[in-house]
């Protein structure tokens, strides 16, 4: 059985962090992604990063996000620095390509979510 369990979601402040971790069970993470989605708005893909390769990110978090993977623990983590208001979203976890992708149509295995959201 495959399972993809996210944590690390939370409210807080604007400039805060967050870590988000995804632990996978049932399946090998060969390309992990973390995608997001906010009420009203479609599902985005925030950060990408294959087995042994270069991550992809989003425009909107360039410089402020940071994708990492122990592929030892079959994990995928994303740390979120300089957080901002419009960071509010739930948050996936999303694995299954083979090679490195933004369509997360091609992600066959998907996180609960955890929401993350940013407020004073």
């Known amino acids: 059985q495959v399972q993809l369990v996210e944590s690390g979601g939370g409210l807080v402040q604007p400039g805060g962090s967050l870590r988000l971790s995804c632990a996978a069970s049932?399946?090998?993470?060969?390309?992990s992604g973390w995608y997001r989605q906010a009420p009203g708005k479609e599902r985005e893909l925030v950060a990408a990063?294959?087995?042994?390769?270069?991550?992809n990110y989003a425009d909107s978090v360039k410089g402020r996000f940071t994708i990492s993977r122990d592929n030892a623990k079959n994990a995928v983590y994303l740390q979120m620095n300089s957080l901002k208001p419009e960071d509010t979203a739930v948050y996936y976890c999303a694995g299954g390509p083979y090679i490195m992708t933004r369509n997360a149509n091609d992600y066959a295995y998907w996180g609960q979510g955890t929401q993350v959201t940013v407020s004073s």
């Open positions: 990063v294959p087995r042994g390769g270069s991550a």
């Open positions: 049932g399946v090998t993470l060969w390309v």
